[in-house]
């Protein structure tokens, strides 16, 4: 029986009712049109997901960095770079204030910390494989400078929270970021960047066009989370629940994408692999709980990609 996208929306017009949902992210046959929205499948997961190799150290798993935290939002950086150790990158380093040292060597030692004034004067962050900026942020002057040097440094960003607020009012730094980002807009995020929409199918329009435009990967959050691709392909992760519903599980997620990104993964394949082990994690932890904390949903991570792998012998 034909699954339509309506299912995934929280709200109901008229096209998304007509509009069929692919199962998987293959083509159904050699005959069929395939449709651009796509539901994720434990089968696409375990195609993407490669096993950590026999004598395999932590270079092999790339360096991320995370560019997050201000003074009152110091948790966010914390969590992005908890959700990023936990999804299994090589190296991880935050770049967070000063005054958020003490708290990250405190939470986080297996974190390495890089000075932001050092951030701002480097002219190459080239040995970072992935580069994460927003959680927490702020959007001072020292946070626009941040996102100006990125555009000129021309590497991939996974770009989040406060940065995507300051990409909203700076369409030349938006447009110029280098291809291959990941954009991670909640619902308001989504609208302040490219405007209000009427209803979810006019948003996933919008998502699909800008997502080619831009050369990247939009990464619009939800119950239903949609991941949209460079060809404007709407990929639908079914993973998660209202359990999640707590300040903070977005950092986490970032950091996640971040992880996966740094362990080779193509934007899209990193983003998928995020957003489904984000949410299966939550879903496992939400079978004994009432709610789940971003701090315990990033812990929850290893065991649940264990599980999986496990399971369906990936
Ligand atoms: N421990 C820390 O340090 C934490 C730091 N954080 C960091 O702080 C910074 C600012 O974060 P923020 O929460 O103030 O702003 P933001 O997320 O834009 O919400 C603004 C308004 O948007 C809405 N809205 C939000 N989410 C929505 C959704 N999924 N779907 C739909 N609507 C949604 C909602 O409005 P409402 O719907 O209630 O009218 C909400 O009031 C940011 O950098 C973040 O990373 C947080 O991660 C928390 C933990
Ligand atoms: N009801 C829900 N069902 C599934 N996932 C949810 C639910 N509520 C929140 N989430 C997930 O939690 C994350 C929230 O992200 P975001 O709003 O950016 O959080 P924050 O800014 O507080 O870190 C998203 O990945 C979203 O998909």
């Not at 034909?2 to 293959?26: I, M, R, Y």
């Not at 959700?83 to 967070?96: Q, R, S």
């Not at 962050?125 to 440094?153: R, S, T």
Request: glycine letters at 10%; hydrophobic letters at 40%.
């Amino acid at each position: 029986m034909a699954v339509f996208l309506s299912t995934f929306l929280p709200d109901s017009d008229a096209s998304s009712k007509l509009q069929v949902v692919d199962e998987g992210l293959g083509k159904l046959s050699s005959e069929e049109e395939s449709s651009p929205y796509k539901l994720i499948g434990d089968r696409d997961i375990k195609a993407i997901l490669k096993p950590r190799r026999p004598f395999s150290h932590k270079g092999n798993y790339g360096h991320a960095l995370i560019i997050a935290g201000d003074m009152k939002t110091m948790g966010a950086a914390l969590l992005c770079a908890s959700g990023c150790l936990h999804a299994g990158a090589g190296l991880t380093t935050a770049t967070v204030p000063e005054s958020g040292l003490t708290a990250l060597n405190s939470a986080l030692p297996e974190v390495m910390y890089l000075d932001r004034k050092h951030l701002v004067k480097i002219k190459s962050l080239k040995k970072y494989d992935a580069i994460a900026v927003g959680p927490g942020l702020g959007k001072q002057l020292e946070a626009v400078c941040i996102l100006e040097e990125l555009m000129v440094l021309k590497q991939a960003v996974i770009a989040d929270a406060d940065a995507l607020n300051i990409l909203s009012k700076r369409e030349d730094l938006l447009f110029h970021l280098a291809k291959d980002s990941i954009f991670t807009p909640h619902l308001k995020e989504f609208d302040i960047l490219f405007g209000k929409h009427k209803n979810w199918w006019e948003r996933l329009q919008t998502g699909r066009t800008m997502a080619k435009k831009l050369g990247s990967v939009i990464v619009l959050k939800n119950q239903y989370t949609f991941i949209i691709d460079q060809q404007g392909d709407v990929l639908i992760n079914s993973t998660g629940n209202p359990a999640m519903a707590q300040g903070g599980m977005g950092d986490v997620l970032t950091g996640m994408i971040a992880a996966y990104v740094a362990q080779g993964y193509s934007a899209k394949a990193a983003a998928i692999l995020g957003c489904y082990f984000h949410g299966k994690a939550g879903d496992e932890l939400a079978t004994g709980r009432y709610n789940i904390t971003a701090s315990e949903l990033a812990a929850q991570v290893p065991v649940t990609v264990k599980t999986f792998q496990d399971k369906s012998g990936s």
